[in-house]
């Protein structure tokens, strides 16, 4: 009798229990899948971040590698933080580093997407801004006009995110601008030397000398900061020299004036980057000047400064030009508007979208992703204005252009 009564009591706990485990197990499916689904829309709501409200925002801050081509990982991350192209960050682009850091990561599939996804607009809109640009200078040649209505459109897209509160708008004292003067004027010479040199020669011939831009680095490095580096990263500047002196000798298109401007970008960008050391790092300037905020506000101080520049060297030459152009009837007053608009939208959009690939990969991947860009924007733009390269200039090309991944590597090499 004794068994039988604590089997059924036996029983009657497990009818107890059962519902109770069920429940529990019921419970932790829930979870498990709430989870997944929580991580699922921080993803969709990453992305939707990524390429609406800030899309082309350059978040130097999502790294995996700052060092990475001024990615947010690949960059020194104790006290020089360096935003794409030389630009050092100030103390808060490195609190959003920081703060970026404790975010849960993305799965490793849906980062290699989104990288990928920024690579390519990178170089789509470099692509389309190379083109858009030789196009508007054929039209109209007045590249100081040019250059000044391209930077003025980068304010169109940065000022309403900053009025709609999408993105915190930088608050700066004038000492903070004064800082910031001297590294604008440098971001000024990088856009209209370009600008200039695409005007006089050919797209392919601009970029061969922009390639040679690590040599003139290095010898403001070494003026300016003092900086000597090891041997091997001076042995790759050989190549570029080499392969720029040999394609400008080549160059079917080769003028003066184009050479001379493809190095004062090369000069103002090595410029702006030894400033920006020298001036910024490990110094707080301002509230909310990250990465994509120094950007917009070195691009709103470049407009100032241009505009006088502008009219003190072309005057307003545009408005009659732009006339005489549309009474030929080779383009109408929207078409010339559009142009002009796309190719001030694609230089910006490309600069942004840099912060965002480069600050994806570590940087082995930037060099080579910068190598390929080079060389798809001359090969893009040879197609699109069929414009003939010599054998000299081919070959002089690409040892320069190898020359550049060859320096990246050797200065990543050496930084270790």
Not at 366 to 385: C, D, L, Q, Y
Request: proline letters at 4%; charged letters at 10%; a positive charge.
């Amino acid at each position: 009798c004794q068994s039988a009564t604590l089997k059924s009591r036996m029983k009657a706990k497990a009818k107890i229990l059962t519902p109770v485990s069920s429940l529990f197990a019921y419970k932790s499916k829930k979870t498990v899948k709430m989870v997944y689904f929580k991580k699922f829309a921080l993803l969709v709501i990453a992305a939707s971040t990524a390429t609406t409200a800030s899309a082309f925002v350059p978040n130097s801050s999502n790294v995996k590698t700052f060092g990475a081509a001024k990615s947010t990982a690949s960059l020194p991350v104790a006290s020089k933080l360096s935003g794409p192209r030389g630009i050092t960050i100030s103390g808060g682009a490195r609190k959003a580093v920081a703060e970026s850091a404790e975010e849960p990561a993305a799965s490793p599939m849906a980062e290699t997407l989104q990288t990928g996804v920024y690579f390519a607009l990178w170089y789509l809109f470099n692509i389309g801004y190379n083109i858009y640009n030789k196009q508007a200078l054929n039209a109209v040649a007045l590249p100081w006009t040019i250059a000044t209505l391209q930077m003025t459109t980068g304010i169109f897209y940065f000022v309403p995110l900053w009025l709609t509160g999408i993105r915190k708008a930088p608050k700066l004292s004038f000492a903070d601008l004064k800082t910031l003067f001297p590294i604008a004027l440098c971001h000024t010479g990088v856009h209209v030397g370009a600008v200039i040199a695409l005007g006089a020669g050919a797209v392919s011939f601009a970029h061969i000398v922009k390639a040679s831009e690590p040599v003139v680095t290095c010898a403001l490095n070494a003026v300016l900061l003092g900086q000597v580096l090891p041997l091997p990263v001076y042995a790759t500047l050989l190549p570029i020299i080499g392969g720029v002196a040999i394609a400008s000798m080549k160059e079917l298109s080769f003028t003066y004036l184009a050479l001379a401007s493809a190095m004062l970008s090369n000069v103002s960008s090595a410029a702006r980057g030894v400033l920006s050391k020298k001036t910024m790092s490990g110094k707080q300037i301002g509230e909310n000047l990250d990465a994509q905020n120094l950007y917009a506000v070195l691009t709103a101080m470049s407009t100032v400064i241009l505009i006088p520049l502008m009219l003190a060297v072309e005057g307003t030459a545009f408005i009659p030009a732009a006339k005489a152009l549309i009474d030929t009837g080779a383009f109408t007053a929207k078409s010339l508007s559009t142009l002009l608009a796309l190719g001030g939208a694609s230089y910006y959009a490309y600069n942004e979208v840099a912060f965002l690939a480069l600050g994806k990969v570590n940087p082995v991947t930037h060099a080579v992703g910068n190598t390929i860009k080079r060389v798809v924007i001359i090969v893009a733009s040879v197609i699109a204005f069929k414009t003939p390269m010599s054998t000299g200039s081919i070959i002089g090309s690409s040892v320069a252009i190898f020359g550049t991944l060859l320096y990246s590597l050797a200065m990543n090499a050496s930084k270790k």
